[in-house]
């Protein structure tokens, strides 16, 4: 898996007043795609945390937002990973509308464990680089 893809409808919840969608409702796109794109990889975050104390955190968002998506609109999260350290790794993502790119965001996702940065199990990191 290069992209992860997940495909979404604007609702009148992910809009202001006047049918565009809020800014911040693109922080809940995003994170869905993000969700999506480790269950894609085979990950379990609920069984991973249970089992290992591990979990991601968002530690850096850069997004840029280019176009405004609308009402009705039929949207793709697309997400793919970058640069995977230590203890953290980069997702890049596009939200689109048809070819059209909507929205860019880079994240920087930190693995903890007991509130404390610690590196990222072999088993995982591989789950994620198979994609």
Request: charged share 25%; aromatic share 8%.
């Amino acid at each position: 898996m290069t992209h992860h893809h997940l495909p979404l409808r604007v609702y009148y919840e992910d809009t202001d007043f006047s049918g565009v969608v809020y800014h911040a409702s693109y922080l809940r796109f995003l994170e869905r795609g993000r969700t999506e794109f480790i269950r894609a990889c085979g990950i379990d975050q609920q069984k991973l945390h249970r089992e290992s104390g591990v979990f991601f955190v968002v530690r850096r968002m850069e997004i840029d937002w280019l176009k405004p998506a609308l009402m009705d609109d039929e949207l793709v999260v697309e997400t793919t990973h970058g640069k995977i350290g230590g203890a953290s790794m980069v997702l890049s993502q596009r939200i689109l509308r048809g070819d059209e790119v909507m929205t860019t965001a880079e994240v920087v996702v930190a693995i903890l464990k007991d509130g404390r940065p610690t590196r990222l199990p072999d088993g995982i990191r591989n789950l994620i680089q198979r994609g």
